[in-house]
């Protein structure tokens, strides 16, 4: 413990990964303030990255701000702003009004969407960790008048868990408040639902007043909450509450963002809201020309993207041609001048770069996260892999869904191509080929015992990586496993034209190349620093695209290891499409920005 700079005043809480402390700043001549201390006896990632990511994720008007972290043979320790806030029930017993709870669940969803962009999981909500200010109360401390124009900044999320970055689907804890905690959490798994599941029962406690257990008969093995609800409640918010309080994951929400657009009865964000910077639309190809029967999504005056100028790259320059902003985008194909995008609502979204910015929605719609996004090679077919347990096939010269592929218990979480095969990964482990013509199961690839996070193949090749952290060497032709190696934590992942060289981007910031026909060799291209999110390898294979749960989008030249180009990023790079010359990039922020290469410098 650094106490040079901190007096510690009472532990607040101590579980299997560390203890938490209130504490006071020792300067006797500075303002005494008090802090949060959370000390990690084994920390899972470097003071560094973990610093810079909670620093993000104190952004959030509601999450405490990170003030300091340091590091000695006890741990890693980091001082969070102290919220001296009562809880929300403190503020006004329950139980409340309908109307008031859809408020609070619409004010504390967007934090957890927040809180769940950096990977990270609360993994404790319950009433007395949602703090409410008090704006008047602050006023007078303060010496100044309340105003009635103060905005409220919404009720604070506070004691979040430090814990690594969520893999996958599942990290293995343990903890939380037994009566708050869902039912995954008793065996040790948390997920981004089991925070959305600890909201829903915080919402029917304030609903009734009573707590969890009293809620649920054992006996008739079901929620009895809604008898005890005193105000009739309306079908949108019963609804919203009955999938938030689902005990199997498969039928509960998986994301704070589609219980936001249940709530405000609308099924995805719209766009017109959303679009903030449209460039003049030219004449369209006749293959996009069918999209939505011509009508754009938006006609807002057009404008070059924004933001501050770039910083001189080292050797090749890229230039930003637009900026969309369709929301959180999760997944990017590029064909030419074509880009696809589809998002964490399940809207798939086109957009012809060489006519300007415009975005077309294809004529459907998935019903969750989309997850993989890739284009046929020879025709005018798009495949979109979604968290509702689909594969759809759009025709893109209608803008119409031609086939749906789905299977029992299906999570699709990687699409590619390697004619004559469409090879889909899951979050069983499973990989199955799929007839590209037929749209027929051919074979199923089990050996993975996790979660899948990235395939990629080329000719006869196939590589994957998993949650199992292994990276697998498949044979297409002889539909085969040929290698298993170890790999760290991963979910990023681009594979050689030649089938030779796999190249892994790593949680912790490093990216490893493996060579030869059975990967033998093994060579470290780089370490960035903050967790790969994404890789795009060009098609000659010369640049490797790299993305970052920071805020920096970064090109590298395959044979040096050479990092020639960084672009300033929103933070949090999701997705990338890269053709060599055309390099788009997706961030949390919600934005899409397309970048085209300038000249290289010194060539």
């Not at 560390?18 to 006797?28: E, H, K, V, Y």
């Not at 620093?55 to 590091?71: E, F, K, M, T, Y």
């Not at 689902?246 to 936001?260: F, G, M, N, P, Q």
Request: hydrophobic share 40%; proline share 8%; glycine share 8%.
């Amino acid at each position: 413990m650094n106490q040079t700079r901190y007096n510690l005043l009472k532990p607040l809480g101590k579980g299997p990964s560390g203890q938490t402390f209130l504490a006071r700043t020792s300067d006797a001549n500075a303002v005494q303030t008090h802090v949060v201390i959370k000390q990690l006896h084994q920390p899972q990632e470097p003071l560094d990255g973990l610093t810079r990511r909670m620093r993000s994720v104190g952004q959030h008007p509601q999450l405490p701000a990170l003030i300091d972290s340091w590091q000695s043979s006890e741990g890693q320790f980091l001082a969070f702003d102290y919220i001296s806030y009562p809880a929300i029930t403190q503020v006004q017993p329950p139980p409340w009004p309908p109307e008031q709870v859809a408020r609070c669940l619409l004010s504390l969803l967007p934090v957890l969407e927040h809180l769940h962009s950096f990977r990270l999981v609360h993994g404790d909500i319950r009433p007395a960790n949602i703090r409410q200010p008090d704006i008047c109360s602050d006023s007078v401390r303060q010496g100044s008048v309340c105003q009635d124009t103060v905005p409220n900044p919404g009720p604070i999320l506070v004691d979040l868990r430090i814990t690594p970055p969520l893999d996958g689907q599942v990290l293995n804890v343990s903890g939380g408040d037994a009566a708050y905690a869902a039912p995954e959490q008793a065996l040790g798994k948390l997920t981004y639902a089991s925070d959305l599941y600890s909201l829903g029962l915080v919402a029917i406690h304030l609903l009734t007043g009573l707590a969890p257990f009293d809620l649920y008969s054992v006996a008739d093995n079901r929620w009895i909450w809604p008898d005890l609800v005193i105000d009739p409640l309306a079908n949108t918010l019963s609804q919203v509450l009955h999938k938030l309080l689902e005990r199997s994951l498969e039928r509960r929400y998986t994301s704070a963002d589609r219980v936001i657009a249940d709530l405000k009865k609308s099924p995805a964000l719209s766009l017109l809201d959303k679009a903030r910077s449209f460039l003049p639309v030219a004449t369209w190809p006749q293959t996009l020309r069918a999209l939505a029967k011509n009508t754009p999504l938006s006609t807002s005056k057009p404008q070059l993207a924004e933001g501050p100028p770039l910083k001189p790259t080292r050797q090749i320059p890229w230039h930003p041609l637009y900026q969309l902003t369709p929301g959180i985008t999760t997944a990017l194909a590029l064909k030419g001048n074509t880009l696809a995008m589809g998002t964490s609502q399940g809207s798939l979204l086109m957009c012809d770069l060489a006519a300007g910015p415009e975005i077309y929605s294809l004529k459907g719609h998935h019903r969750d996260r989309i997850t993989a996004l890739v284009f046929h090679p020879q025709g005018h077919t798009l495949y979109s892999a979604c968290n509702d347990g689909t594969v759809k096939l759009w025709d893109l010269t209608t803008g119409t869904l031609k086939k749906t592929l789905s299977q029992s218990g299906w999570q699709p979480t990687d699409l590619a191509i390697a004619p004559p095969y469409l090879i889909v990964s899951d979050g069983t482990g499973h990989i199955t080929l799929w007839d590209l013509e037929q749209l027929t199961s051919r074979h199923s690839f089990n050996q993975h015992q996790d979660w899948v996070s990235a395939i990629a193949a080329s000719g006869q090749r196939l590589v994957s990586i998993s949650c199992d952290r292994t990276l697998r060497l498949w044979s297409l032709s002889e539909r085969r496993l040929l290698e298993t190696l170890p790999i760290a934590p991963s979910r990023a992942l681009a594979l050689h034209p030649s089938g030779s060289h796999v190249i892994v981007g790593h949680d912790q910031g490093t990216i490893d190349v493996w060579h030869g026909p059975t990967l033998a060799a093994k060579d470290r291209l780089c370490n960035v620093g903050d967790g790969i999110t994404t890789l795009a390898l060009s098609p000659d294979a010369r640049l490797l695209a790299v993305g970052t749960d920071g805020n920096t989008l970064r090109v590298y030249e395959g044979a040096s290891g050479q990092c020639v180009s960084e672009l300033p990023q929103g933070w949090g790079v999701v997705a990338i499409a890269f053709d060599g010359h055309t390099l788009v990039s997706s961030s949390q922020d919600e934005t899409v920005t397309i970048w085209q290469r300038g000249a290289a410098k010194g060539h």
